[in-house]
C-alpha cells in the first residue's frame, strides 16, 4: 500500500519582474520553482506518519508538471519519500486550472489505491487552495482540509481542522482519506547533503494524461483572459480631524474589519 | 540599473540624490564621508588610497583623508594619522586623490594641529600651546605657551599644508576644530585660552586666531578648493568654559561665515579622551543624536552644514534634510560598515546595507594604534592588502562542491554567506538553536545593545536570498552526523561558552568554590539564556574580561533593583571599552545605578553568602563580600571538542569524503565578533587556495633595504 | 434569466459577514434581473434564516444539519438547492470553510471552480472574475465557461453587501442522508497564551515615532483595549523596549493579520516587507511624507501618542 502525497513546484517571482509576452503569466526569467512550503508539511507528515508505525507504507510524491517541477520531487525525495511520479505533456498549459491539476492527480491516485492522500492546504502562487478537496471528490473520498493535527489507525483517521478565527473542529474519517495540511502541524525536516544527493541520483517516473486516461479538454475549467500588475492602490485615505477626531474614525475602521 | 552618479528621478530618497554647491565645487549628492581614522596614516599609502577610493566607488560625494599633521610638531605617534610634513607626504596622499577621483568623487583632506594634546614622541619637539597648561588626555605631558609671532608662524603651517595638499589635487580643504584636538577650537575655549593678549580673553579675540587662519588659508587658496571647518559646537564643559552651540558656536560660525564654504557641525566631549561624544557608541547614542545640537547653530549660517549622526536609516536623513537642519548626511562609521551605502539607497537596495551597529570596533584599532576593523564589514581595512571589495565575490574554483557550516554565530553566518555568493554548489549552514545569530542572539538582550542585532539581520535577509544557502536550525550533529552529513568541506563555527568554574588569565587556574552548578554562581548564558534565577540579596559580579559582558550584566542586574558588586582585577572598569569610547559613559552610568566598583581586587574564593579576595597587588589586604550570588565573567572557553573529534579521524572524514574541515570564530579562540566575522569571511574567500586553513600572506608596506 | 445562490457564512448560530459579500458576488454572476438565493446550512437554520435582511434575496433555502456542521453535509445541501433553482451560480465567501465544501462541490455539479475572486465584471460573452497571483503581484482575470454553473468563493472585504430588506419565509430542504464517512468530534476554542505575532488578526504596532519609551505603554493599551497583539518595527527592538518575537519585517516576523495598526512607523523598506499580506492597514505618524503612507489603506498625519490615548478612551468610553 501507499501514501500518496500531491505536491506542486510553486512559482516564485522577483520583486521586479515583467509580464510575458502572450499576456498570461510573469515572464519565465523573473521566476523560480520551489517546492510548495504547505506541500512541505504535507510530505512531513507523511514520514512521521511511518516513522511512529501507524502507517508504514511508501510514500510516493506527485506533480503535475513540467521539467522545471522535478528539483520540487527531489526535495521531497531528499526529506525521506520513497519515489516520485511526474505528470505532463507539453500539450498541458503552463498554468494549469485547479481542477485539471485535481483530475490528472487522481488517476494517478487511482492507479495506487493509496490508504491516505496528503497534499498542502494551497499553494503559494495560485493559491486556489482547492486541490486537494476537488482530488478527493474525484476519488470519491472522504476529506478534510486545512487540517492542523493528525492521528491514524487502520480504519479511520483524526484530524483537528483549522477553521476561521482560530476554531477548531475535530473529525473522525473513514479511510482512505484526504487531507490537505496546514503549516504548522509539524515542523518539516531539513534534508541532509547526503539524502539531496541520493535523491538527485533517483529516477523519477513519468506519465502523460493519454496514458492516464485523462482529456482534461472536457474539464468545465475558467479560462484565463489576461494578468496584469494590479493598479496600485490610491494613497491612504487620510483622517483629518483632532486626535480624538481621528481615534475614533481608526476605532470605527478597526471594528468593521475585525467584524468582517 | 542605474549608472553611477544618476540620481533616481523620483522616489522617497531622491532629496539625498541632489547635487550640492560647495563653494567652487559641486558635490554629485549629499553623501560626506568625513574625516576618519584608518591605522594607515603617513606610512601606508596604498592601503590609505585603496581604503578612501572604495567609499567613492560605493558612492560618496566627497570622500576624506583622516586626521592629518601639518608639521613636526603637530606628531601624535604612536597613534597612526595621516601627516603633510612634506611634499613627499602629500604625494603619497596624491595617490588617494588619483584613485577618488577615479570613482567621480571629490577628495577632501583634514589639517590638524593639536597643540598640547601633540606628545611628539617621534619628533621629540617641544609641543606649542596656547596656554601653558598640560594635557589632559596624555600623561605627564606640557607645551609652550606661543608669541604672537609664534602663532602668526603656526597659521603658516597650515597655509603651507594647505598648498602640498592642493598641489596633489585635492578639492577641498577642511580645518579641523574638533574633539578638543584642533587647535583653532582650543582657541576658542576658555578652558583652553588664558591668554590676555590680542588672543585671548573676550570671545573675539579668541575667535582671531581662527579667523585670521582661514583668511590667510582663503587668500592662498584663491577659489581653487572648497574651505571647510569641522567646528564643534557643543562640548559640554561648564558654563562659558566651553562651546555652546547657541552661544559661542553661533557667534564664531557668524564671523567667520563668509570665510567658509562649509561648516561641519558637531558634538565633543570635555576632553579629547572624550571623543566618544562625537564617535557615540550605539550603548548610549541612537542614530541622528547630534541633530538637536546642530540645530541650534545651524541658522548661523548660509553656507551648507554637514553633521555626522550613525545616520544608517535613509529616512532619517531625509528628514533631517527636509527639517533643514542639515544639507549632506556626514558619515564615518556607517560609510565603514558599508562603503556602498549611498549606493543601494540609490537603486533602492536599502535591505542589502550593512548597517553600523555603534559597537565602535573600528575605533578600537586606531586607539590600540592598529589598523581598521569592523564587526559589519569584513572587508575593510584590507582592500589594498588582500584586494577584497565588500559587493565583489569570484566564483570559487571548487565551486561544485557542497558545505557544511556548523554554528550559526558571527562566524558561520558570515562564512556560509561568502561561500554561497562564491557559487558552492550547496551550503548549509547548521545550528541547534531555532534562530541565527549564535551568542548574538543574548547578548543583544544585554541593555544597550540591541543594535548588535544588525550583525544578525544583515546575514539573514543576505541569505535568505541566496537559493544555494539553506539554515537548517534547531540540529546539533555529533562528529558520528557530521561524517554521515555529506558535505565535501566542512567549516565548524560552534563557539565557546563561559568558564563555569571561574578559570581565569589573571590565576591561570579555575576559582575555589567557583562551580555553576551551585545555585548561588553563575555565568553569562545562565543568566541570559538559560533562566537560572539569581539568588535574592547582593550580587557581585567578577569580572577577568574587562569588555563589556560583565559591566553589562551588572547594569542589567542593578537596573532590576539588585544591590551590585563589580570586582575586577583590572585597574579600572571594563578597560577594553577604553578602545570602543564606550568606558567613561559605562563608569558613570554603573556608578550612577549605584553599583560599587572595585578594581584591582581578586577573587580568591567563591562560598555561599560569601566572596573573598584582596587587592591584586596587595595579598595581605584581603577583603570579604558577603553576597547571595556570584556572577562569573572570568573568561570563554572553546567547544573544540567537535572539530578535535572529526580532527582525529583522518580516516573517517576520508571515508565521508570530507575534502576539508576548518574552524573559525570563538570555537577556535574566543574573541571579538569583528574577528569571528573576518576568519568566516577570509576562509570564505580563500576556500579555493592551497591550503585554506592558513591565510593567504598580504603585501606589506616596508622600505627594503 | 440567470439564478446564483449564495452559501451562507455562519458561526456559532450567527451569520458572519462573509453572507453579505457571496450575496452581493452571487448578485453580480446573477445579473441585475436574475434570481437570488441564500441557502443556510447549520444546526437551527430558522432562527439565521430570519436574521437574514439581505436586499434582492428572494429565497432563503434551508437545510438543517448537525450539531457540528460538517463540509459533506454542506456539499450535498449546496448541490441539491443548485439543482432545484438551476442555479448559474453558487458562491461562499473564502476561508476554511469554502475550501472543505466548493471543490467538491464544483467536481459534484460539473461546474467551473474559481476560488479567492477579488471582482466580478460583466463582459461581453460573461463575467470576468478577478483573483490575485504570486501574493498578489499579478493580478488575473478569468472568464467562466459557457453551458455549466460555476463555484465561485469569494475574499474577504472585496464585495460591498447588499442594503438590508425584509427576508422571505425560509424554505427548508431536505437534510441530507448523514455520510457515515464522517464524524464531528467537537469543537475547541483556539489556544491562548503564547504571543505568536504571525496569527494574530489585529496587531497595533510602534516604531520610533513613538518618542520615549514610557509611551510605548500606552500603545500596549491600545492594544490590549481592542484584543489586538502588540508588534514593533526593529528600533524599537534595537533599542530593548520590546522583545524580537514582536519584531514585523524582513529581519523579524511577516505577519497578515486582518487589521495592522501602526504608530509612529515610517515605513522603511524591510518593513514593509513584513506587512505585505496584512489586510487593512492604518498608519498614524506625524510625518506626512513617511513610506508607510504610501501603503497604508487609512493614515493619519497626528501624534501617535496622542491618537493612542484617544483610541483608549474611545473604547473606554
Redesign the interface.
Known amino acids: 500500500m501507499t501514501v500518496l502525497v500531491a505536491i506542486k513546484a510553486v512559482a516564485t517571482v522577483d520583486e521586479e519582474f515583467e509580464l510575458a509576452d502572450d499576456g498570461l503569466d510573469v515572464a519565465p526569467e523573473f521566476v ?1 520553482r520551489e517546492l510548495n512550503e504547505w506541500d512541505s508539511y504535507a510530505v512531513e507528515a507523511a514520514l512521521r506518519l511511518r516513522e511512529s508505525g501507524a502507517l508504514d507504507e511508501e510514500i510516493v510524491l506527485v506533480t503535475v508538471g513540467d521539467e522545471d517541477a522535478e528539483e520540487a520531487l527531489r526535495a521531497g525525495l531528499a526529506m525521506g519519500a520513497d519515489r516520485a511520479v511526474r505528470v505532463w505533456d507539453d500539450s498541458l498549459p503552463g498554468v494549469l486550472g485547479p481542477l485539471a491539476a485535481a483530475r490528472l492527480l487522481a488517476a494517478v491516485a487511482a492507479e495506487m489505491s493509496p490508504s491516505l492522500v496528503l497534499c498542502g492546504a494551497q499553494s503559494a502562487d495560485a493559491a486556489y487552495g482547492a486541490t486537494g478537496v476537488a482530488l478527493a471528490a474525484y476519488l470519491k473520498l472522504p476529506h478534510a482540509a486545512v487540517v492542523r493535527e493528525l492521528s491514524y489507525s487502520a480504519d479511520a483517521i483524526e484530524v483537528t481542522r483549522e477553521l476561521e478565527g482560530g476554531l477548531l473542529q475535530r473529525l473522525r474519517l473513514r479511510t482512505p482519506a484526504v487531507l490537505t495540511v496546514q503549516t504548522g502541524i509539524n ?1 518539516p525536516r ?1 534534508a ?6 541520493q535523491a538527485e541520483a533517483k529516477e523519477l517516473d513519468l506519465t502523460d494524461p493519454a496514458s492516464l486516461g485523462v482529456a482534461i479538454g472536457d474539464l468545465p475549467e475558467a479560462v484565463l483572459d489576461r494578468v496584469y500588475v494590479p493598479a496600485v492602490e490610491g494613497a491612504a485615505e487620510m483622517l483629518e480631524g483632532t486626535p480624538d477626531e481621528v481615534a475614533a474614525r481608526i476605532a470605527e475602521v478597526v471594528e468593521r474589519e475585525m467584524a468582517a | 540599473m542605474m549608472t553611477r552618479g544618476e540620481a533616481p528621478a523620483d522616489g ?1 530618497y531622491a532629496v539625498l540624490f541632489e547635487p550640492v554647491e560647495v563653494g567652487p565645487v559641486t558635490l554629485r549628492n549629499r553623501f560626506y564621508a568625513t574625516p576618519q581614522c584608518s591605522g594607515f596614516g603617513a606610512d601606508r599609502p596604498h592601503a590609505q588610497a585603496y581604503h578612501r577610493a572604495m567609499k567613492a566607488a560605493g558612492g560618496f560625494a566627497v570622500v576624506h583623508t583622516e586626521w592629518c599633521a601639518i608639521h613636526p610638531e603637530a606628531d601624535e605617534w604612536p597613534a597612526v594619522t595621516g601627516r603633510l610634513w612634506d611634499e613627499d607626504d602629500a604625494r603619497n596622499l596624491g595617490l588617494m586623490v588619483e584613485m577618488v577621483h577615479a570613482e567621480g568623487a571629490l577628495a577632501g583632506v583634514q589639517l590638524g594641529f593639536n597643540g598640547a594634546h601633540s606628545e611628539n614622541l617621534e619628533t621629540r619637539r617641544p609641543a606649542r600651546g596656547i596656554t601653558q597648561v598640560p594635557s589632559n588626555t596624555f600623561h605627564f605631558h606640557s607645551c609652550y605657551e606661543m608669541t604672537e609671532a609664534e602663532i602668526v608662524e603656526l597659521q603658516g603651517f597650515y597655509v603651507e599644508a594647505a598648498l602640498r595638499a592642493r598641489e596633489v589635487g585635492f578639492d577641498v580643504i577642511n580645518v579641523c576644530a574638533n574633539e578638543n584636538a584642533g587647535i583653532p577650537l582650543q582657541f576658542l575655549m576658555r578652558a583652553y585660552n588664558r591668554r590676555d593678549d590680542r588672543y585671548g580673553g573676550p570671545f573675539e579675540n579668541r575667535a582671531r586666531f581662527l579667523l585670521e587662519l582661514l583668511e590667510r588659508l582663503r587668500g592662498a587658496l584663491g577659489d581653487s578648493c572648497a574651505l571647510t571647518v569641522r567646528l564643534a559646537v557643543e562640548t559640554h564643559h561648564d558654563g562659558d568654559l566651553g562651546m555652546r552651540p547657541e552661544h559661542e558656536a553661533r557667534r564664531v560660525i557668524e564671523m567667520a561665515d563668509d570665510l567658509v564654504d562649509l561648516w561641519d557641525l558637531e558634538v565633543t566631549g570635555r576632553s579629547m579622551a572624550e571623543w566618544g561624544e562625537s564617535a557615540g557608541p ?1 550603548r548610549f547614542h ?1 542614530e541622528g543624536y547630534q541633530l538637536a545640537a546642530v540645530e541650534k547653530a545651524r541658522s548661523a549660517t548660509a553656507k551648507p552644514v554637514v553633521n555626522v549622526g550613525r545616520f544608517v ?3 532619517a536623513m ?2 533631517a534634510v ?1 527639517r533643514g537642519v542639515i544639507d549632506l548626511v556626514g558619515m564615518a562609521r556607517p560609510g565603514i560598515a558599508d562603503p556602498f551605502l549611498p549606493t543601494k539607497i540609490r537603486e ?1 537596495r ?2 542589502e546595507i550593512r548597517e553600523c551597529i555603534g559597537c565602535n570596533i573600528c575605533i578600537s584599532r586606531y586607539e590600540q594604534k592598529a589598523t581598521i576593523v569592523c564587526t559589519q564589514n569584513a572587508t575593510i581595512g584590507e582592500e589594498y592588502r588582500r584586494g577584497w571589495n565588500p559587493e565583489r565575490f569570484e566564483p570559487a574554483a571548487d565551486a561544485d562542491r ?1 558545505v ?1 557550516v556548523i554554528g550559526a554565530g558571527p562566524a558561520g553566518m558570515e562564512c556560509a554567506l561568502v561561500l554561497a555568493r562564491r557559487g558552492m554548489r ?1 551550503v ?1 549552514l547548521v545550528d541547534r538553536e531555532r534562530e541565527l545569530g549564535g551568542h548574538l542572539r543574548w547578548v ?2 544585554l ?5 548588535w ?2 550583525v ?2 544583515y546575514r ?2 543576505a541569505l535568505a536570498k541566496l ?1 544555494n544557502a ?1 539554515f ?1 536550525p ?2 546539533e550533529l555529533s562528529a558520528a552526523d557530521v561524517l ?4 565535501e568541506l566542512v567549516v565548524v563555527a560552534n563557539g565557546s561558552s563561559w568558564a563555569r568554574d571561574g578559570l581565569n588569565g589573571f590565576d591561570h587556574a579555575p576559582i575555589r568554590g567557583a562551580d555553576a552548578s551551585l545555585p548561588h554562581v553563575l555565568v553569562p548564558e545562565q543568566v541570559m539564556v538559560e533562566g537560572k534565577p539569581v539568588p535574592d540579596g547582593p550580587v557581585l559580579v567578577y569580572d577577568c574580561e574587562g569588555y563589556y559582558m560583565a559591566a553589562s550584566l551588572a547594569e542589567r542586574l542593578a537596573r532590576e533593583g539588585r544591590e551590585v558588586t563589580f570586582v575586577t582585577p583590572f585597574a579600572e572598569v571594563a578597560p577594553y571599552m577604553d578602545y570602543t569610547l564606550e568606558a567613561i559613559g559605562m563608569n558613570r552610568l554603573l556608578r550612577g545605578l549605584g553599583v560599587a566598583l572595585v578594581p584591582q581586587h581578586r577573587v580568591a574564593e567563591v562560598a555561599a553568602g560569601a566572596v573573598r579576595g584582596h587587592h591584586v597587588h596587595d595579598e595581605a589586604a584581603d577583603v570579604e563580600w558577603p553576597v547571595a550570588a556570584t556572577v562569573l565573567c572570568t573568561q570563554r572557553v572553546s567547544d573544540a571538542h567537535l572539530f578535535r573529534t572529526l580532527e582525529a579521524d583522518p580516516e573517517g572524514l576520508e571515508q565521508a569524503g570530507i575534502e576539508g574541515l576548518y574552524r573559525i570564530g570563538d570555537c577556535f579562540v574566543p574573541r571579538i565578533a569583528a574577528e569571528s566575522v573576518f576568519e568566516g569571511h577570509r576562509l570564505g574567500r580563500e576556500i579555493d587556495s592551497p591550503d585554506p586553513s592558513e591565510p593567504l600572506g598580504f603585501p606589506r608596506e616596508r622600505l627594503l633595504v | 434569466m440567470s439564478s446564483a445562490i449564495a452559501v451562507a457564512d455562519t458561526r456559532d448560530g450567527e451569520l458572519c459577514a462573509g453572507t453579505g459579500q457571496a450575496l452581493a458576488a452571487a448578485r453580480l454572476l446573477a445579473g441585475a434581473d436574475g434570481s437570488l438565493a441564500l441557502l443556510i446550512v447549520a444546526p437551527e437554520p430558522a432562527g439565521l434564516a430570519a436574521a437574514a435582511s439581505f436586499e434582492g434575496v428572494e429565497r432563503i433555502l434551508t437545510v438543517e444539519a448537525g450539531s457540528g456542521t460538517l463540509p459533506s453535509e454542506v456539499v450535498a445541501a449546496a448541490a441539491s438547492a443548485a439543482r432545484e433553482t438551476a442555479a448559474a451560480a453558487i458562491v461562499f465567501a473564502h476561508g476554511p470553510d469554502a475550501m472543505a465544501a466548493a471543490p467538491a462541490l464544483a467536481v459534484e455539479l460539473g461546474a467551473a471552480l474559481v476560488t479567492d475572486v477579488t471582482a466580478i465584471a460583466a463582459g461581453g460573452s460573461g463575467s470576468l472574475l478577478t483573483r490575485s497571483l504570486y501574493g498578489g503581484k499579478v493580478a488575473a482575470d478569468l472568464a467562466l465557461p459557457a453551458g455549466v454553473p460555476a463555484v465561485v468563493t469569494v475574499r474577504s472585504g472585496s464585495f460591498t453587501p447588499p442594503g438590508e430588506a425584509t427576508p422571505p419565509t425560509p424554505e427548508p430542504l431536505a437534510a441530507p442522508d448523514p455520510d457515515p464517512a464522517y464524524e464531528h468530534l467537537g469543537y475547541l476554542e483556539p489556544e491562548s497564551g503564547n504571543v505568536d505575532i504571525t496569527r494574530a488578526e489585529l496587531l497595533v504596532a510602534a516604531g520610533r515615532g513613538i518618542g520615549e519609551r514610557e509611551n510605548l505603554e500606552q500603545i500596549e493599551a491600545v492594544a490590549a483595549a481592542f484584543g489586538g497583539e502588540l508588534a514593533a518595527s ?1 528600533p524599537l ?4 523596549w520590546v522583545p ?1 518575537s514582536r519584531q514585523v519585517g ?2 523579524g516576523r511577516t505577519v497578515e493579520p486582518k487589521v495592522y495598526l501602526a504608530f509612529g512607523i ?5 518593513h514593509l ?1 513584513g506587512i505585505r499580506d496584512a489586510g487593512v492597514v492604518i498608519a498614524v505618524n506625524s ?1 506626512p ?3 508607510i503612507f504610501r501603503v497604508a489603506d487609512y493614515g493619519a498625519v497626528a501624534d501617535a501618542v496622542e491618537v493612542a490615548e484617544g483610541l483608549e478612551r474611545v473604547r473606554g468610553g
Open positions: 523560480e515542523e531539513y541532509t547533503l547526503r539524502a539531496i544527493k | 522617497p550605539s541612537r536609516h535613509p529616512e531625509v528628514d527636509r533602492n536599502v535591505d557542497d557544511l550547496r548549509h543583544t538582550q541593555p544597550g545593545l540591541g543594535e542585532a544588525r544578525v539581520d539573514k535577509i537559493r539553506t537548517v534547531g540540529t554521515e552529513y555529506g558535505a | 526593529r527592538v534595537d533599542a530593548g524580537a524582513q529581519s515610517s515605513g522603511a523598506v524591510q516587507a510625518d511624507e513617511a513610506p
